[in-house]
């Protein structure tokens, strides 16, 4: 397979979280197959929980030098792991302290980072609050986009068929922008979706329309060469991540973040926080710049 490259490379250093759990090696195995498309630089990092370890522990020298032994060990593996996918070059980066903290937030602004990616736990519940906490952090903390990785691929291209959600907003603007990016990296099909959650008069519901084609003229003319189009009627939280995912076999779904206001994440946010927690395929959460 051929990747284009050149001026469409969108994102250079890649950091991958990772703590020894399937999840995270999902994660390593999905980092590792985008660096050469993306002609990325992959950094794989790992923070010492603290959260788990008495200070009594940490007083202890010997108890603690084996504690970051172990994290020194786990990167190693790691990074073992990310050569035998073919990475050449790897960073590697370890901390200790809050992982919900220390990841996205301080880790990607000291790294430059402009792609995180983590693994999720999927749908039950008891997992989420134990793997998933630091990705859902993540995707309301990091300055940088957010990709979570929901399983393991073994497909080359790594995403085929894309679906990026539009509301009119700066914010589906810029995660368009980018979803048409990615599909001509991997030369995949993009859906664009708009979903009215409201009943709309005949204008209201034509301006719709437009917006739409807009939006599919635009991929077109940026050398998308499959690009279809969904507007529907319902709750966007539901149909996105659950319907629409599934129904046309989607393996990236694109979302919008607004940050970390708490205002702006009860609109916008919503539907990505939605489709972290419930689209069975790898969500990528575009924060707006």
């Known amino acids: 397979m051929t990747f284009l490259k050149g001026e469409l490379a969108m994102y250079k250093n890649l950091l991958v979280a990772v703590d020894g759990s399937d999840q995270a090696n999902h994660a390593l195995h999905k980092a590792s197959q985008l660096v050469q498309p993306l002609q990325a630089q992959l950094t794989i990092g790992h923070v010492i929980d603290t959260r788990n370890v008495s200070w009594i522990a940490i007083d202890e020298g010997d108890l603690w030098l084996e504690i970051k032994q172990r994290a020194e060990q786990l990167i190693d593996q790691h990074v073992q792991r990310a050569k035998s996918f073919g990475i050449d070059h790897i960073n590697t980066k370890t901390k200790s302290g809050n992982p919900r903290i220390e990841i996205p937030e301080n880790l990607t602004v000291e790294l430059n ?11 039950n519940a008891v ?15 990091s300055p940088c986009d957010v990709l979570t990785v929901k399983k393991g691929s073994e497909q080359y291209p790594v995403y085929k068929h894309l679906l990026i959600a539009v509301d009119g907003s700066k914010q589906a603007e810029t995660a368009l922008t980018k979803a048409i990016r990615l599909a001509n990296i991997f030369q995949a099909k ?22 739409i084609e807009q939006y599919r003229h635009q991929a077109e003319q940026q050398g998308v060469k499959d690009v279809i ?5 319902g709750n966007p939280r539901e149909l996105i991540p659950n319907q629409l995912t599934t129904t046309y076999d989607i393996d990236l779904l694109i979302t919008a973040a607004t940050g970390r206001g708490m205002f702006e994440r009860l609109f916008t946010g919503s539907v990505a926080l ?16």
């Open 229 to 233: 189009t969904i507007i529907e009627q």
């Open 274 to 289: 939605s489709a972290l927690h419930h689209a069975p395929c790898d969500v990528l959460t575009v924060k707006a710049k």
């Open 113 to 123: 980072i402009d792609l995180l990616i983590l693994g999720s736990s999927g749908k």
């Open 190 to 211: 993009l859906y664009i979706a708009h979903i009215n959650e409201h009943d709309s008069s005949q204008q209201v519901q034509q301006n719709f329309e437009d917006m």
């Open 127 to 141: 997992e989420r609050r134990i793997i998933g906490s630091v990705t859902d952090a993540a995707v309301r903390r």
